[in-house]
């Protein structure tokens, strides 16, 4: 059984989907403290031949010490500059309706937590890239455990013997700890999500939302990128 667990993100990179794709279960772990100009509440799109940031204008101060999953959506009306800037980068695209209507029903929801938002476009668009990943919340896990020893709990509770990571996870993994406890750590592979498509770009830059590779490709060449089955 191969697990991985991370934060969720707003409209995550196609490497995101990648991790999905490589497991069976994957775990959002929204429960550890929200963080200030990280993926959390934004990310990156080509716009006119340059990367440009979309970003969710969440009132934060660190002082606060909230969690992602209690952070609350702005009111304002940065949902329709989203997709209007989303527009507007991609409506020359020939699958862009198609692609478009699901993605503003989905950002035009009224969720009351980034959370919320977040784990719905990733739900929605791992399913219709054909991942069968089965997806959990973070509620059970202790926070009073170190990072390795979380982990290494999580993996037990849904009896996974492989925990699948990003090779910056190496940084502070115990791999060590891991084997003691019967856990193999696998280092996710994401060179096929760094190789050039067809962009919209002056210079081709891997590190956008899965959305520019969507709109940009089509379903075919996001399916390649998280492996020949979708799963």
Known sequence: MR??????????????????AKVDNFVFYDQ?????????????????????????PVRYRFSDCLSINQIRLPAG????????RISD???????????????????SADYQYLSQLNQK??????NLFEVRTNFHTSHTINLKLDRNQRIIETCKDFSADTYVCSPKSLNYLDQALFEKNGIKV?????????????????????????IDVLFMTGM??????????GT
């Open 220 to 229: 075919r060449e996001i399916k390649s990128r998280l492996g020949s089955s």
């Open 121 to 126: 476009i990733i739900k929605y668009y791992a």
């Open 32 to 56: 550890v403290q929200y963080t200030k100009n990280d993926w959390r509440n934004r990310n990156r799109i080509m716009l006119h031949g340059t990367a440009r940031w979309i970003t969710i």
């Open 77 to 84: 009306n940065w949902r329709e500059e989203h997709l209007e």
């Open 89 to 107: 980068a991609y409506s020359d695209q020939n699958d862009f309706n198609l692609h478009f209507a699901s993605l503003k029903n989905i950002i």
């Open 186 to 210: 696998e280092v996710i592979d994401y060179d096929n999500c760094l190789s050039a498509y067809r962009q919209n770009s002056n210079a081709f830059d891997p590190f956008v939302s899965f």
């Open 3 to 20: 697990l991985a667990i991370s934060q969720s993100n707003y409209l995550p990179w196609i490497g995101y989907f990648k991790l999905i």
